[in-house]
């Protein structure tokens, strides 16, 4: 059993829960996870790539000198991909990289990506989070009181900086205008409902928030979490 701290807004401690890491699969199967990983960053590729070949360059399709008789090696037109100007061989064109594995498999990788945050005492667990008003202020503040931001310092002739701070998913129990409209400034940040979680955005950020509701959405499958 996991037992984790649940700390309120002010960063006190304010009881424990326990988790049971069969809820979240178990064990952390690192193949799968970078499998899916690997398939989530596939679907988000364009593809719009694409380069002229030797038939779509614009140009000649003369022949520069004639074969023999002028002492220089043998040359075709001025398409070739040889030359300054020609075409591209064997480049990229447009293509579609988008693949599916099985949504059991996706869903499984999803809750190991959790669980492995768990484990790893990468996350932190908070009493609750509710703004009644949109307030970027407000939201860096509680970053700073759980540590995931750095406060600001002058550097230099008076010049404030704001010191970089960690990467960090905060996970809601459902959708909250307020809160995600106070985070949307703070570089590193992301804010979404536990139900929109995927494997690809909770190992991208270093650090996991988790609401005590947020939680047990997350220990209720299978609706918690969709692929």
Known sequence: MLNLKVI?????EVGTVQVDPAEFGGIVNKQLLH???????????????????RGEVAGSTKKVFRQKGT???????????????????????????????????????????????LQDSEAIILDKLDFET??????AKLLQTLNLRGKRETV?????????GLTCLVGIDKANDNIWLSARNI????????????????????????????LEALRNPPKAIEA
């Open 71 to 117: 002492g220089r090696a043998r040359m075709g037109s001025k398409r070739t991909n040889k030359r300054v100007g020609g075409g591209t061989a064997k480049g990229p064109k447009p293509r579609d990289y988008e693949y599916h594995m099985p949504k059991k498999a996706v869903r499984a990788a999803t809750r190991m990506a959790v669980l492995s945050k």
């Open 134 to 139: 949109a307030k970027t202020g407000q939201f």
């Open 8 to 12: 309120n807004a002010e960063g006190q």
């Open 187 to 214: 570089p590193g940040m992301a804010v979404m409902p536990v139900a929109d979680f995927n494997a690809l955005t909770i190992m991208r950020q270093k650090r996991l928030v988790l609401t005590r509701d947020a």
């Open 156 to 164: 230099g002739k008076g010049y404030d900086k704001q010191l970089q």
């Open 35 to 53: 499998d899916v990983v690997l398939m989530q960053l596939a679907n988000r590729r364009s593809g719009t790539h694409s380069t002229l070949r």
